[in-house]
């Protein structure tokens, strides 16, 4: 049975044709344009509790990637971050959206970071980018430490992976999602009831091995991604949960010294890796800030610690 969010946000929602496929997405409010990217294994519906407050704002588009949520979920299907970049821009061009600000959180990050590699390579693409806020993800492959689930289901070969995705039932899927939220921020029921719903729907949970190997793909990317990082023109901040053991405190120590002119947001010391659900007002509250620094873009570096 569906929960009354869960039915809210499937009404919100409109398809998009891409090639022979369809991708859900949400485009609402007024406002600035504002692009939020998702992360995996879920879907964009990670965003619900904070729209109302979003769209307050900004006109907010979210979508389903290929492959997860309540997007299609092709069987053989090579999933790439060109490919989510290529949506991106079908879906932009589609709403005729010709520059958007981006809010990523997770795989998410490292979608924005292949839009701002493809903006550095070609400045006349469709749809601009006027500003990136990263939410914590894998931005530094030397610094991120995914779960051992995530090593076993993505760096074994295609068959093993296949057959342990197989095996690996809900009750592990999310003891291995609650790890990375705070000890003190632990999720709802109803937030895993719907979320296990959007893994499964059309039985989405069999490919999601193939999309989880795309952590470790990232590793071709890094190089042309940090570059395009410290040379890009694009405003850019990391709001980021300390405690998450994947990408917390330390992947944002890391950003503060690679990054020019870095402006990162420490929230409170126990929200981990979903701040924005951890810590709603905090998290809102940061990425306002950012904004403000945005309307009148300076090249201030600070770490600024939000909600203590």
Known sequence: ????????????????????????????????????????????????????????????????????????????????????????????????????????????????????????????????INSVAFVNGGLFMHQYKPRFIQRLLSQSPSWLGYIVNKAIGRRLIEKTICKLFGHQTQPGKS?????????????????????????????????????????????????????DPNSGRAMAELYARLIPHPKVYLLPDHIGHWPHIEDPAAFLNAYLHFRNYVSGYSTTSFIKSIGR
């Open 191 to 243: 937030f895993l009831n719907d979320q296990w719903y959007a893994l499964t729907f059309k039985k989405g949970k069999s490919i999601s091995y193939r999309i989880g190997r795309l952590v470790f793909d990232k590793y071709n990317y890094q190089q042309r991604w940090i570059g395009a990082m410290q040379d890009t023109d694009i405003p850019l901040c990391f709001i980021n949960g300390p405690a």
């Open 1 to 128: 049975m569906f929960s009354p969010a869960l039915t809210s946000w499937l009404n919100k929602g409109r398809y998009l044709r891409y090639g022979p496929h369809q991708i859900f997405y949400i485009d609402e409010g007024e406002g600035e344009p504002l692009l939020i990217l998702h992360g995996y294994p879920y879907s964009s519906l990670e965003w619900q509790s904070l729209l109302p407050s979003l769209t307050s704002y900004y006109r907010v588009i979210a979508f389903d990637y290929l492959g997860m949520g309540f997007s299609d979920k092709p069987r053989r299907h090579r999933f790439t971050y060109e490919e989510y970049a290529a949506i991106v821009q079908e879906l932009l061009q589609t709403l005729q959206i010709s520059s958007v600000h981006v809010l990523a959180h997770d795989l998410g990050v490292s979608v924005a970071q292949e839009l701002i590699a493809q903006q550095q390579s070609n400045p006349h693409a469709y749809s601009s």
